[in-house]
Nanobody, 128 residues
């Protein structure tokens, strides 16, 4: 069983930056692909970014590509999401998720049901 704990959310103004962190425990970190999803009020949970188990592949949603960067630390068992140039539409609860899949299909990682483990989420609010 993998346990995920997010941190780093908060309230910022448009144009600001935030860095989210997710600490993983209870599993073999190096074999996990790790993703970030978000859910805004009244909307479905949506894919944000993923870094595969090897660290060699990262994929991003169109809405965040070029502004967000996902990275992982194999020593600390963490996955971070650096968010730049935040917009009010980025406001959501951000969730860290993990899957033991080693799929080579990027689209596999865009779908939340393909992740077995989830954190509790951290709120990001961007004011205009």
């Amino acid at each position: 069983q993998v346990h995920l704990v997010e941190s780093g959310g908060g309230l910022v103004q448009a144009g600001a930056s935030l860095r989210l962190a997710c600490a993983a425990s209870g599993g073999t970190f190096r074999y996990l692909s790790l993703g970030w999803f978000r859910q805004a009020p009244g909307k479905d949970r949506e894919f944000v970014a993923v870094i595969t188990w090897s660290g060699s592949n990262t994929y991003y949603a169109d809405a965040v590509r070029g502004r967000y960067t996902i990275s992982r630390d194999y020593d600390k068992n963490t996955v971070d999401l650096q968010m730049l140039s935040l917009k009010p539409e980025d406001t959501a609860v951000y969730y860290c998720a993990a899957t033991q899949s080693r799929s080579d299909n990027a689209h596999y990682y865009y779908s939340s049901p393909n992740y077995e483990f989830w954190g509790q989420g951290t709120q990001v609010t961007v004011s205009s």
